[in-house]
């Protein structure tokens, strides 16, 4: 099973990017998959995830309204769309794939991950 993060960069402030996430080796549709940010010194934290089957998504309060993720099955593709960037959206982002319905907020739920992608946003 291998996860490709792929879409980052240096984008300013007020702008979108989209992020993807290719997988081989599985079938995102029959997993719950979620997209993750990392900083310097922090934990990794949930930005969006989308339940497997019916894709049910949540999205974190500090990205409610700017980004959104979303599947495309035809293309065994995770996408996450970011609109409204700020400079505190700068960090490593990560997509994750993981059987579970449940507690999708911690990363320990996830049993795949991507290699991760920097995103910069500059003021």
């Known amino acids: 099973v291998q996860l490709q993060a792929s879409g980052g960069g240096l984008v300013q402030a007020g702008g979108s990017l989209r992020l993807s996430c290719a997988a081989s080796?599985?079938?995102?549709?029959?997993?719950?998959v979620g997209w993750f940010r990392q900083t310097p010194g922090q934990e990794r934290e949930l930005v969006a995830f989308m339940t497997r089957s019916l894709g049910s998504t949540l999205h974190a309060d500090s990205v409610k309204g700017r980004f959104t993720i979303s599947r495309d099955d035809a293309k065994n593709t995770v996408y996450l769309q970011m609109n409204n960037l700020k400079p505190e959206d700068t960090a490593v982002y990560y997509c994750?794939?993981?059987?579970?319905?449940?507690?999708?907020?911690?990363?320990?739920?996830?049993?795949?991950w991507g290699q991760g992608t920097q995103l910069t946003v500059s003021s």
């Open positions: 080796g599985l079938t995102f549709s029959e997993y719950s």
């Open positions: 994750a794939a993981g059987s579970s319905f449940t507690s999708l907020r911690s990363p320990s739920r996830y049993h795949y």
